[in-house]
Nanobody
Framework: QVQLVESGGGLVQAGESLRLSCAASGSTFSLIVWGWYRQAPGKEREWVAVISRTNTAAYADSVKGRFTISRDNAKDTVYLQMNSLEPEDTAAYYC????????????????????WGQGTQVTVSS
């Protein structure tokens, strides 16, 4: 089994930055893809970014150029650096991970992911 724990959320003003962390524990050696999703109140969970074991990354159009996903293998941790935050970025952010190779890239479908964290709240004020 794999456990994912997010941290780093908070309240910031528009234009500021935050870095989210997702610490993995358990059978992490088998993970090959990690992702970030977000869910705003009253909306469906949406894909934000993904990174593979070979550090190939992809981003949703809404965050491209502002967010960066990265991994630290030694710490079993995935990060989401969020710059130039906007009020529209306000949401609960969730980390995800998978053991199976995706059938398409990037793997954005919710049911692809085998593991999810509990989420961390990001609130951006205008």
């Amino acid at each position: 089994q794999v456990q994912l724990v997010e941290s780093g959320g908070g309240l910031v003003q528009a234009g500021e930055s935050l870095r989210l962390s997702c610490a993995a524990s358990g059978s992490t050696f088998s993970l090959i893809v990690w992702g970030w999703y977000r869910q705003a109140p009253g909306k469906e969970r949406e894909w934000v970014a993904v990174i593979s074991r070979t550090n190939t990354a992809a981003y949703a159009d809404s965050v491209k150029g502002r967010f960066t996903i990265s991994r630290d293998n030694a710490k079993d941790t995935v990060y989401l650096q969020m710059n130039s935050l906007e009020p529209e970025d306000t949401a609960a952010y969730y980390c995800s991970a998978a053991k199976n190779p995706p059938t398409r890239w990037p793997p954005t479908k919710y049911d692809y992911w085998g593991y999810w964290g509990q989420g961390t709240q990001v609130t951006v004020s205008s």
